[in-house]
């Protein structure tokens, strides 16, 4: 069954501060989504890729169609749709333009406009040998803790206190593309629609709604190069990256 990619770019960017939307905002000279739009297609594992791009946008969608202008008959087909307010919210609009049949489904931020084609295949493969869901990932180098605000006396001293140290051999920072059985992903998106929105607002990821159904997650290894870019100083590596090597 064919596969089809999503790249969510309908967010608005408010970290990396540029005052327009994120997958607009230039890398090497290219918007990050043509960046990402060309390592899908340089990846070669999807039929159909579909962008989710701001309501009212322009610019993303016409760049996605000048994009598609420069493939032949053979290239993925590009489907553009309004994203919303949350990125789940975006997701779900873009699962709901795929063609019909469409098997396996990868969900790939804009903002990661250096994933290698290794990692896509990665994914790709594990759902080929039957993973009904799977994602990237790379070690953590940090210790991560949890913390809570402190109370009483002891917030004179500090704002928060450590509750916890996670196992760090334990921990990964996970990466997109993440792929998906593409009817597990639909279910577990319909199912999350009807969250309230406090909960529905701790969606930071595809592969949290699929675990919340208690399907495995499989876990494949990503790549450091496939940041996702947030801040400046993402854009300055990135920068760098491409500058230096063939990121
Ligand atoms: N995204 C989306 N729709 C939203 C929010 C986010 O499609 N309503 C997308 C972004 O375009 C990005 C990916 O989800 O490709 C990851 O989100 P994030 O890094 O948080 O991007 P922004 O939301 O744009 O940035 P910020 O949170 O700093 O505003
Ligand atoms: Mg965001």
């Given at each position: 069954?064919?596969?089809?990619?999503?790249?969510?770019?309908?967010?608005?960017?408010?970290r990396l501060g540029y005052g327009m939307p994120k997958a607009l905002v230039p890398l090497a000279g290219a918007p990050l989504l043509l960046h990402a739009l060309r390592g899908v297609v340089g990846?070669?594992?999807?039929?159909q890729i579909c962008v989710a791009v701001p309501p009212g946008?322009?610019?993303?969608?016409?760049?996605?169609?000048?994009?598609a202008?420069?493939?032949?008959?053979?290239?993925?087909?590009?489907?553009?749709?309004?994203?919303?307010?949350?990125?789940?919210?975006?997701?779900?609009?873009?699962?709901?333009?795929?063609?019909?049949?469409?098997?396996?489904?990868?969900?790939?931020?804009?903002?990661?406009?250096?994933?290698?084609?290794?990692?896509?295949?990665?994914?790709?493969?594990a759902l080929d040998r039957g993973a009904r869901a799977v994602i990237p990932?790379?070690?953590v180098v940090d210790t991560i803790k949890s913390t809570a605000p402190t109370e009483g006396e002891a917030s004179a001293i500090a704002g928060e206190i450590v509750t916890g140290t996670a196992v760090r051999e334990q921990l990964r920072a996970v990466q997109t593309?993440?792929?998906?059985?593409?009817?597990?992903?639909?279910?577990?998106?319909?199912q999350a629609a009807r969250w309230p929105?406090?909960?529905?607002?701790?969606?930071t990821d595809d592969a949290m709604l699929v675990e919340s159904l208690g399907t495995p997650v499989y876990v494949?290894?990503?790549d450091l190069r496939s940041l996702k870019i947030t801040t400046p100083m993402d854009l300055h590596l990135a920068e760098t990256l491409l500058a230096t090597a063939g990121a």
């Open positions: 069954a064919p596969t089809a990619v999503v790249i969510v770019a309908a967010g608005s960017g408010t990846a070669g594992v999807a039929r946008d322009s610019d993303l969608g016409g760049l996605c169609r000048s994009f202008e420069e493939f032949g008959v053979d290239a993925p087909v590009i489907t553009v749709v309004e994203g919303g307010a949350t990125r789940a919210d975006s997701v779900r609009s873009a699962l709901a333009a795929l063609a019909p049949g469409t098997g396996h489904v990868l969900v790939h931020d804009a903002a990661r406009p250096l994933t290698p084609a290794d990692v896509f295949a990665r994914v790709a493969e990932a790379v070690p593309p993440q792929g998906f059985d593409a009817a597990t992903l639909l279910g577990a998106h319909e929105a406090e909960q529905a607002a701790g969606i494949v290894p990503g």
